[in-house]
């Protein structure tokens, strides 16, 4: 063979090589060694809901204390609802960890449970504001009322016209905690051009409602 056909083939081949699928990135990630031991399941119990306060913040500190290579296949599971966790637990667990977490559920977001997406983009979702609001505009309608304001928040943290729009559509809900929740986070991203439309949203609520809408468009006329 000669040198020229050599690298022809050697040129086509790589040309021909495909890059790894998130599937098989996601496979890749999650391989741990062998010996790895098994995480107590007393612990992980403990993680979602079953135990006191204090006896899941150890859990926590625990797992945490293990490493990111022992724990992160059950990191996934909780992620993708296959281990229960709750929310706040999960939080902490992805946030002592930032970098690989964010590595390992950018692979499988589309598969997390909506509660966890939400701690997801608000832990680790800085960078690209863009796409923070395209997924949170996507969560909102399968979110809880109790996980709205968190959502919220997290729109008020990157700002840009079709998320805050979307916050000043809350404004019409008829659960008055929804009201304010939307009007605070509006209030926290400086939108002052949605001032009109929280006073609005006042003049139809009862004297107590009414007052707090008027209180947070007093702040957001002195930022």
Request: hydrophobic content about 45%; overall charge neutral.
């Amino acid at each position: 063979m000669s040198i020229a056909s050599f690298f022809t083939k050697l040129f086509k081949k790589q040309k021909n090589t495909k890059s790894p699928s998130p599937k098989e990135l996601l496979w890749i990630e999650l391989q741990v060694p062998e010996d790895t031991p098994v995480l107590n399941k007393k612990l992980l119990s403990v993680l979602a809901g079953h135990g006191d306060p204090l006896s899941a913040e150890a859990a926590v500190a625990e797992l945490i204390g293990y490493g990111w290579e022992r724990i992160k296949n059950d990191v996934y599971e909780m992620a993708v609802g296959k281990k229960p966790c709750l929310p706040v637990y999960f939080e902490k667990l992805i946030r002592a960890y930032p970098e690989e977490a964010a590595k390992l559920l950018s692979l499988c977001f589309a598969e997390m449970t909506a509660n966890l997406r939400l701690v997801y983009l608000s832990a680790l979702g800085a960078g690209d504001g863009e796409k923070v609001n395209a997924e949170l505009i996507a969560l909102l309608p399968h979110l809880e009322k109790e996980s709205l304001g968190a959502a919220f928040a997290v729109l008020a943290a990157y700002p840009m016209d079709k998320g805050l729009a979307v916050l000043a559509s809350y404004l019409e809900a008829e659960d008055w905690k929804i009201k304010m929740k939307a009007a605070a986070a509006l209030s926290e991203a400086k939108a002052s051009q949605y001032i009109p439309a929280i006073l609005k949203a006042a003049a139809g609520c009862d004297d107590f409602v009414e007052r707090g809408l008027q209180e947070i468009v007093g702040r957001m006329g002195e930022k």
